[in-house]
């Protein structure tokens, strides 16, 4: 059974930083892409970040490059969030998940497994 569990949300002021992990199981972690996702209040889930199977790969939503970096740590079957600069328009639930394949793909439909999300609420 493959488990996804995110953590490291929270409430932080415009400007501050926070970095979210998400510990994977079940799967061999090192063979897959992974992506992070996120979901405002009444829009859809939008792509935010991916990393391929070894991390040597990334890609970004024009809306965070330069303020989010993806990084994992095959190690440990974790991925990691690291996001700076934080905007009130980045409030909403992340989600991470595990690619179908071994490379970044920017598609929901391209994911399998889902984490349960964790709220980044960011004040103005």
């Known amino acids: 059974q493959v488990q996804l569990v995110e953590s490291g949300g929270g409430l932080v002021q415009a400007g501050d930083s926070l970095r979210l992990s998400c510990a994977v199981s079940g799967r061999t972690f090192s063979n897959y892409g992974m992506g992070w996702f996120r979901q405002a209040p009444g829009k859809e889930r939008e792509f935010v970040a991916g990393?391929?199977?070894?991390?040597?790969?990334?890609y970004y939503a024009d809306s965070v490059k330069g303020r989010f970096t993806i990084s994992r740590d095959n190690a440990k079957n974790t991925v990691y969030l690291q996001m700076n600069s934080l905007k009130p328009e980045d409030t909403a639930v992340y989600y991470c998940?595990?690619?179908?394949?071994?490379?970044?793909?920017?598609?929901?439909?391209?994911?399998?497994?889902w984490g349960q999300g964790t709220q980044v609420t960011v004040s103005s």
């Open positions: 998940a595990t690619s179908l394949w071994a490379v970044i793909t920017t598609t929901l439909s391209g994911y399998d497994y």
């Open positions: 990393i391929s199977w070894s991390g040597g790969s990334t």
